[in-house]
């Protein structure tokens, strides 16, 4: 796992839950960005690319969301952060009925 620049502490079914994006590294001609979920049933950690650092990190935010987003959708989960179902990330225009009450500015 690379540095931790950033997490957030969600609330998944009351318990405490926790994502972690990383500072992006420069990979070649491009950039990469970790983020980790700390799942109930153990962590999982992913790589998102961008062609630069900030599109990286944007993308990595972007998927951990729709990691999230999945989550509350497949396993009918509460899922929430300062008890709002809104998760206060980046989401992709293609999830976004996935999270009716997202900002749509991103």
Partial sequence: MSISIASRQYTYDGEPLQCRFCLPVADRNDYYCEY????????RARKV????????LILAMKTAHADLLMARKDHGVS??????EQLGLP???VLQDL???ADRSN
């Fill in 49 to 56: 690319y961008g062609v630069d650092a900030v599109q990286a």
């Fill in 79 to 84: 899922l929430q952060w300062f008890d709002s």
């Fill in 36 to 43: 980790e979920i700390d799942w109930p049933t153990g962590m």
């Fill in 91 to 93: 989401i992709s225009s």
């Fill in 99 to 101: 999270d009716p009450s």
